[in-house]
């Protein structure tokens, strides 16, 4: 069974900075990729980075230089360090993982930034 618990997200001013998680099962962690994803009001979901399970990583343009996307094994856990936000940057974001070809979500966690 896939499991993704996040936690981090929140209200922050424009300039500041969040850090996301994203804990996962044990074999899931181990073995697949995994990355986030945001999701704006009225737009539609896009990848903001994502890592292997041996650790490359990718990033949307946007977030490049501002975002890093890491990975602690021991706690089976996925990190997105959020720098330099901005308001065009709120959205709910979404741990995710592939397994065999399909995507699974997190339940979300909601980032606001302010200008």
């Known amino acids: 069974q896939v499991q993704l618990v996040e936690s981090g997200g929140g209200l922050v001013q424009a300039g500041g900075s969040l850090r996301l998680s994203c804990a996962a099962s044990g074999s899931i962690f181990n073995t697949n990729p995994m990355g986030w994803y945001r999701q704006a009001p009225g737009k539609q979901r896009e990848l903001v980075a994502g890592i292997t399970s041996g650790g490359t990583t990718t990033y949307a343009d946007l977030v490049k230089g501002r975002f890093t996307i890491s990975r602690d094994n021991a706690k089976n856990t996925i990190y997105l360090q959020m720098n330099n936000l901005k308001p065009e940057d709120t959205a709910v974001y979404y741990c995710?993982?592939?397994?065999?070809?399909?995507?699974?979500w997190g339940q979300g966690t909601q980032v606001t930034v302010s200008s």
């Open positions: 995710t993982v592939l397994v065999r070809a399909i995507i699974h």
